[in-house]
């Protein structure tokens, strides 16, 4: 068994766990944000049987896309501003993945 760890963007979350229960996964959806652009984002665990792994990694690569993003760097708090700060452009990924193993599972 395995349990995919996927942070995509939260325009792609009500879509992505539409079709992914429509498959029959077991989903979790959580609320997240991301360290750089400290805005929400969306982080799905996934635990599935090592053969369906392929068939969820296609469905988030279907459903999942990348945007670009203008994010303006934090002005310090308090102190005079002396320089202009201009919004700079990320390209904010479809989704970002990952794939562990699970040693032990349960449900009671
Ligand atoms: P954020 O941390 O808010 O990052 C949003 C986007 O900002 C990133 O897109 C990347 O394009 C850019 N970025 C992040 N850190 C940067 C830096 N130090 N310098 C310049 N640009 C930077 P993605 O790479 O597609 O990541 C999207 C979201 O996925 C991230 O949101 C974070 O929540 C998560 N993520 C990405 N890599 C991760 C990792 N290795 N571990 C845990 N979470 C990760």
Redesign the pocket.
């Known amino acids: 068994m395995k349990l995919i760890i996927a942070?995509?963007?939260d325009k792609d979350s009500n879509k992505l766990l539409n079709i992914l229960t429509e498959y029959n996964f077991r989903v979790t959806k959580l609320a997240?944000?991301?360290?750089?652009?400290?805005?929400g984002?969306t982080?799905f665990m996934i635990g599935t049987e090592d053969i369906r792994v392929q068939k969820a990694l296609d469905i988030i690569k279907e459903n999942c896309q990348?945007r670009k993003?203008f994010?303006t760097p934090a002005t310090p708090l308090g102190g005079n501003v002396d320089y202009t700060t201009f919004p700079?452009e990320?390209?904010?990924?479809?989704?970002?993945v990952?794939v562990l193993p699970v040693d032990h599972f349960e449900q009671y």
């Open positions: 942070v995509v963007q997240s944000s991301g360290g750089f652009l400290k805005s984002n982080t990348s993003q994010v700079v990320v390209e904010v990924g479809g989704a970002t990952f």
